[in-house]
């Protein structure tokens, strides 16, 4: 997929705040498509998207930015080796505990939330113009460029659509607009750290 996901805001990090007992929050990103063959015995039917809570916006701050590159430097690392559906050990909680720490973060979930609210912002940049416009005009584009590829295998085309369509019906609209500056700023050095992350 092509969703701009900043490394380490990710499903499994919510699976840790989970275990910390503190609230998830949605990571600036649509909702993942449900597995295939989903139905009412499996879990929601064909098509649904399962229900995420919304991302607690904040005003950012060059160094809620600055000092989060440099926490996920450190924890994405450790949530990359992590199984993808178990609970991370109280260990490795209290060590991305303490990094968050480190680089001035209240908690793991303080962090986790800052990084939420850079991926909400960073998924209304255009990656061509490095200019916000807003996530729901990034993704009527990329609808038009999946419509467009003719390469694509039909299965692929009709799933990547369904997610895409999905995620415009949930844009969350941001509060507070001076985000756009602030992560605008780092913008290349997010893409950077996010590498090959743009394409998946």
Known sequence: MRFRIFPAATALSTLILLSLSVPAFAQGRP??????????????????QPEQPAVKQMALTDKQIEDSLAANAEISPIIDKLPED????????????????????????????????????LAGFDPETKKY?????????????????KKMAPAEKKE??????????SVTPLQFQSNTAVVGKYYDKLSEVMGGQDKQ
């Open 31 to 48: 909702p993942a498509a449900p597995p295939p063959g989903a139905g009412p015995q499996g879990g929601p039917p064909p098509g649904a």
């Open 86 to 121: 178990a609970a991370p050990d109280p260990k490795i909680i209290a060590q991305l505990d303490g990094i968050a720490k480190k680089h001035g973060f209240a908690s793991f979930a303080d962090y986790d939330n800052v990084t939420a609210n850079i991926n909400l912002v």
């Open 133 to 149: 416009v807003g996530q729901d005009v990034v993704l009527k584009k990329e609808i038009a460029e999946v419509q467009a590829d």
């Open 160 to 169: 990547t659509l369904s997610e895409l369509t999905a995620a415009l019906k």
